[in-house]
């Protein structure tokens, strides 16, 4: 099976702060990738090359075998026209720490606006869809509400729907309960776990160490721009190899106590 995202040797500085080092990752249909590591490591800066929110300066990134915001050619590459990276991300679905709803319309209309307006499906056909979608959510009863009355955590479901109404091949997901308050993270990741086990394909961001340890197949913990470890949630948790993997997790599971 060819992997649905190909990331080779990805390099991005911000001005002389080099964020990504040569990053190289492959990620197969049905697979959750989950990357850990501490803020700063360059894990957001990946996710926004991904589907080019963020141009990349080196290396190749390749979705669904397509060149993600480039075009080669022999002089070198370009800059791909903007008409071929919004088809790229019509299969991208990437849900932010913030919500991004827009607050004077409905959930229902916040969900149905990008396949109305992008995908030009119906809207008869994109409410129906969207209904299925806040039902799995668990929000079918807040499809007429607006954004300001939810809690954050119905609104990031909210996002999370609005974001699968594109149907997309792939879902990136940046550190997606930081902005909630702790008795909220919960149902925001009893979501993502439902799509996991219905086989979506994933790259997921989080500080939530439990929650990766559960969710993903596999596991990167980021470091200084590169991916300093690559291994499965069991091997990372208990028997990590890298010192600094061993060094982060201390750090981590010793504050927040929420692994053995």
């Given at each position: 099976?060819?992997a649905?995202?190909?990331?080779?040797?990805?390099?991005?500085s911000?001005?002389?702060?080099?964020?990504?080092?040569?990053?190289?990752?492959?990620?197969?249909p049905?697979?959750?990738?989950?990357?850990?590591?501490a803020?700063?490591?360059?894990?957001?800066?990946?996710?926004?090359c991904?589907?080019?929110?963020?141009?990349?300066?080196?290396?190749?990134?390749?979705?669904?075998?397509?060149?993600?915001?480039?075009?080669?050619?022999?002089?070198?590459?370009?800059?791909?026209?903007?008409?071929?990276?919004?088809?790229?991300?019509?299969?991208?679905?990437?849900v932010?720490?913030?919500?991004?709803?827009?607050?004077?319309?409905?959930?229902?209309?916040?969900?149905?606006e990008?396949?109305?307006?992008?995908?030009?499906?119906?809207?008869?056909?994109?409410i129906e869809?969207?209904?299925?979608?806040?039902?799995?959510?668990?929000?079918?009863?807040?499809?007429?509400?607006?954004?300001?009355?939810?809690?954050?955590?119905?609104?990031?479901?909210?996002?999370?729907?609005?974001?699968?109404?594109?149907?997309?091949?792939?879902?990136l997901?940046?550190?997606?309960?930081?902005?909630?308050?702790?008795?909220?993270?919960?149902?925001?990741?009893?979501?993502?776990?439902?799509?996991?086990?219905?086989?979506?394909?994933?790259?997921i961001?989080?500080?939530?160490?439990?929650?990766?340890?559960?969710?993903?197949?596999?596991?990167?913990?980021m470091?200084?721009?590169?991916?300093a470890?690559?291994?499965?949630?069991?091997e990372?948790?208990?028997?990590?190899?890298?010192?600094r993997?061993?060094?982060?997790?201390?750090?981590?599971?010793?504050?927040?106590?929420?692994?053995?």
């Amino acid at each position: 099976m060819s992997a649905l995202v190909e990331i080779q040797d990805v390099k991005k500085s911000f001005g002389s702060n080099e964020v990504l080092k040569g990053v190289s990752i492959a990620v197969e249909p049905h697979e959750v990738l989950v990357v850990i590591g501490a803020s700063g490591s360059g894990k957001s800066t990946l996710l926004k090359c991904i589907n080019f929110l963020e141009t990349y300066d080196e290396g190749r990134i390749v979705f669904d075998g397509k060149l993600v915001g480039y075009k080669e050619n022999d002089q070198g590459r370009d800059i791909a026209p903007e008409s071929e990276t919004r088809e790229i991300r019509k299969n991208i679905g990437m849900v932010f720490q913030n919500f991004n709803l827009f607050p004077h319309k409905s959930v229902l209309e916040n969900v149905i606006e990008g396949p109305v307006q992008v995908k030009g499906v119906t809207k008869s056909e994109a409410i129906e869809y969207a209904d299925e979608l806040l039902k799995k959510v668990g929000l079918a009863d807040k499809r007429d509400a607006r954004p300001s009355t939810l809690s954050g955590g119905q609104q990031q479901r909210a996002a999370i729907a609005r974001s699968l109404a594109m149907r997309p091949k792939l879902m990136l997901f940046d550190e997606p309960t930081s902005a909630l308050d702790p008795e909220l993270v919960g149902e925001v990741l009893a979501t993502i776990r439902g799509l996991a086990e219905e086989g979506m394909t994933m790259i997921i961001v989080t500080h939530e160490m439990a929650f990766a340890r559960d969710v993903a197949d596999r596991v990167i913990f980021m470091d200084d721009g590169i991916v300093a470890e690559e291994a499965s949630p069991e091997e990372i948790f208990t028997n990590p190899k890298a010192q600094r993997t061993q060094d982060f997790l201390a750090r981590v599971l010793n504050q927040r106590k929420v692994l053995p």
